[in-house]
């Protein structure tokens, strides 16, 4: 008997961030402890949903009611509460598992084979990996040192097959925070080029210091806009998979219809989590004051520390929870994956390495994760900058 096959699209569908628990948990049986940079979630650290957010679910599972399929664009209030804050209408709001669902459901709906969806560089894996597995050409547009999405690049690459661009803000991995005068512009290029902008706001709350625009605020009114967010990041409750996306501008009725039919076929969202974001969109935001505090220090203790090792630079993030910092591979290690396997076979610290995220194996590049304690950070950093410090010698 033969193997079972399996279609050629799944060998481009790769997670680093999770393939590289595969290679820690062997190291960690090897007896070493494991310093989890690697992946996003708040709640393996000391970071916990708002109680509110908690009692909400808990209320909407009390006496069974809501443990049906929920309908299939959303729950109805969920939906009026996203379509207020967005200022857009309910038939343009669609409820998905998590944001991941919803740029899943993007990428199928708006190309064919050969079509390109411009997106960053570096960028969240999951548009890299969506991208490929619909036969998507790549078509990356450069960042500037300070990872700022750069506008000319942007219209230099634009094509006749381009169905649309990706802004990541804040980003995931670099931290970065876009201002408010190039996220205009690139509203007015896509508008004037009619090509939907896809603004991923997942960490919108999570700035350090002031505020993070969103593009529905500066992009020109007639321009196609579709806006992600969800209850993950912002919220701290990633394990809820409640995510959305909401429409904006004019022409975007076959995509309204589009969404419509996914949303259909994969039946519904958990409806009790739904009823966890309807608190979270309406209830108080003054848990986020102590976490921002938490997570600026924390940032600016990894930058700091990783700058104080010749041979390690990183910008300083000012969001979010993340950096993406380089290392000079010199001929101490072939590329990143050298690098990154390297360091968690010595030191157990664990990170992903950049071309996860779409940069060069030979850049050199690594995505750490601030969300350990400071101790623990600090802990798992002083082991970053020996082992960079030792292959120097
Ligand atoms: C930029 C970005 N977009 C989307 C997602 C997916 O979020 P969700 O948990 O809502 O699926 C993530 C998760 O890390 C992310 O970093």
Known sequence: MGKVRIASKIAHL??????????????????????????????????????????????????????????????????????????????????????????TFLFSALMDAGDNLMMPIPAYPLYVTDSKVVGGVENYYACDKNWIPDVDDMRRKINSKTRAIVVINPNNPTGSVCPKSVLREIGELAAQHDIPLIADEIYDRLVFDGECTNLRDVAPKDAKLISGNGMSKNYFYPGARVGYLALHGEGMEPLAEALTKQTNARLSVNWEMQFGLLAAMRGSMDYLKPNLAKLKKRGGLLHKMLNEVQGISCVKPKAAFYAFAKVELGDKWKDDFAFVHGLLEETGVLCVPGSAFGAKKEEGYMRLVFLPPEEELQEALSLVQKYVLKAQK
Do not use: C, M
């Not at 599972?61 to 009026?80: F, I, M, V, W």
């Open 14 to 103: 790769s997670y680093a961030i999770r393939d590289i628990v595969a290679a820690a948990q062997r190291v960690e049986k090897g007896g070493k402890k494991i310093h989890w940079l690697n992946i996003g979630d708040p709640n393996r650290f000391d970071f916990r949903p708002p109680q509110h957010v908690l009692e909400a679910i808990k209320d909407a599972l009390k006496d069974g009611k809501y443990t049906g399929y929920a309908p299939s664009q959303g729950e109805p209030l969920l939906r009026e509460e996203i379509a207020k804050k967005e200022g857009v209408s309910f038939e343009n709001v669609f409820v998905t598992n998590g944001l991941s669902e919803g740029i």
